[in-house]
């Protein structure tokens, strides 16, 4: 389990320290993978979060999510936040037919937001949940996910790819979830991960949080896995988040002393 504060922008004073989880990237093909997000449930009700977050990929294709569906939704039926569980659509949920995975979803208590948006009040003051829709499949609408979003609302933004903050930056999000990369499946200390970047933004958002422009992005390296079925330092991850409205400081490169050029050498 990874712990961390989690920086929105905007956040209410009121909800400072307010609890949240997220898993993402299931990719429930087998009998294992349905185990594992079966102990990660029970690791999140551990955390006792306010809010629970699911950001897409649950099944890698059509034959598997009819196989695990059921499995799938007795699972998530086991959740026990405090306020509320919302869900986002990935790309390979919409290759195996997304209506039977969020009607799944429903049955099991969970909100699933495509191209909208939920107003919660706790502790007295307004977090708004957007989730938009996969942006690989052409079901990304970020104006419509903010349509009923007042300028003023702080927000907390569910999308599966974390590209998606390209065309959702002029929004101003206080916060984006993300999943998709499986964090870059394989780790190199100082370097990261050596596979090709499938994302516009950069390799520096496989995995973890980065700041972008004024707001941060965090990057869930998922459960499962999906067609390389292997993780080199990067384990299944699931997320347990503090948020908070203090922004980290930004890193500022340490000072060095000029190199003497051997032109001023003494003799």
Known sequence: MRRLALPV??????????????????????????????RAVELINCQKPALVFL???????????RRYLGGFARELRKL???????????????????????????????EVLRNSSR?????????????IDDLWTRHADPARAFREV????????LAHNPDTALYTRHLHPGVMLCGHTHGGVVRLPYYG??????????????????RYGDFYIYTNRGLGTFWLRVRINCRPEVSCFHLTGQFPAPVTPKATRPRRSRLHRAH
């Open 9 to 38: 922008r905007g956040l209410p004073s009121a909800l400072e320290g307010l609890s949240a989880c997220q898993i993402s990237d299931f990719h429930v093909d087998r009998d294992e993978d349905l185990q594992r997000l079966g």
């Open 55 to 65: 950001t897409g990929d649950y099944f890698s294709g059509r034959e598997t999510m």
């Open 80 to 110: 026990r936040p405090l306020v509320g569980i919302f869900a986002i659509a990935g790309n390979h949920d919409h290759w195996a037919s997304f209506e039977p995975i969020a009607s799944a979803m429903a049955g099991a208590g969970i």
């Open 119 to 131: 107003r919660l009040e706790i502790e007295g003051s307004a977090l708004t949940v957007v989730g």
């Open 150 to 157: 007042a300028p003023s609302d702080c927000t907390l933004v």
């Open 193 to 210: 991960s050596p596979l090709r970047s499938i994302l516009r933004l950069g390799k520096r958002f496989y995995a973890g949080l980065n």
